[in-house]
T-cell receptor
Framework: DAGVTQSPTHLIKTRGQHVTLRCSPISGHKSVSWYQQVLGQGPQFIFQYYEKEERGRGNFPDRFSARQFPNYSSELNVNALLLGDSALYLC?????????????FGPGTRLTVL | AQSVTQPDIHITVSEGASLELRCNYSYGATPYLFWYVQSPGQGLQLLLKYFSGDTLVQGIKGFEAEFKRSQSSFNLRKPSVHWSDAAEYFCAVLKTSYDKVIFGPGTSLSVIP
């Protein structure tokens, strides 16, 4: 079975631009969570979507938004990019809503903002 | 404030030697505890988890971890390290079933032949 997939693998943008990152969960998983991992740090929670509804939001500015589609895939959008948005963005899927359900992570999208 | 600490930023061990990676948390009650591994260019993979019961838990790839309530610790161990174990290791804590997982800063493991 395919694991969690993310696209693109790498992305280079300039300050002020907009970016869209995509995630396809494991088949049958209804929960998708997004994390930001800055170099040298652990992942930080951005959003969780379950059954196409936002179920959790981390401490990130409104420039960050996300959505989940009927097939449970998800997009993360970041507007007005800042240099500090440079990071590895991870998507994780799980069967259930609660975080004690095992989360399966994708390989991530490496975003570089110049 | 909720906190997960991993005191060792980087550890180097020889292949075949034993390994212990430290993790401490600052909650009053017993949280849900996890260890993840991240190999270069890859996402995180769950090694093991502790929710309740036996304080020594076994995971994949020969790893184990021990929960010690008195020390608020959940240290990861492996008796004999392989070169393929070189990676970044993250301890993670879930305070209650209604909260979100919080990851520690990670420990980078290097293995020398």
């Amino acid at each position: 079975d395919a694991g969690v997939t993310q696209s693109p693998t790498h992305l280079i943008k300039t300050r002020g631009q907009h970016v869209t990152l995509r995630c396809s969960p494991i088949s049958g998983h209804k929960s998708v969570s997004w994390y930001q991992q800055v170099l040298g740090q652990g992942p930080q929670f951005i959003f969780q979507y379950y059954e196409k509804e936002e179920r959790g939001r981390g401490n990130f500015p409104d420039r960050f938004s996300a959505r989940q589609f009927p097939n449970y895939s998800s997009e993360l959008n970041v507007n007005a990019l800042l240099l500090g948005d440079s990071a590895l963005y991870l998507c994780a899927s799980s069967l259930g809503l609660a975080d004690y359900n095992e989360q399966f992570f994708g390989p991530g999208t490496r975003l570089t903002v110049l | 404030a909720q906190s997960v600490t991993q005191p060792d930023i980087h550890i180097t061990v020889s292949e075949g030697a034993s390994l212990e990676l430290r993790c401490n948390y600052s909650y009053g009650a017993t949280p849900y505890l996890f260890w993840y591994v991240q190999s270069p260019g890859q996402g995180l993979q769950l090694l093991l988890k502790y929710f309740s019961g036996d304080t020594l838990v076994q995971g994949i790839k020969g790893f184990e971890a021990e929960f010690k309530r008195s020390q608020s610790s959940f240290n990861l161990r492996k008796p004999s390290v392989h070169w393929s174990d070189a990676a970044e290791y993250f301890c993670a804590v879930l305070k209650t079933s209604y909260d979100k997982v919080i990851f520690g800063p990670g420990t980078s493991l290097s293995v020398i032949p």
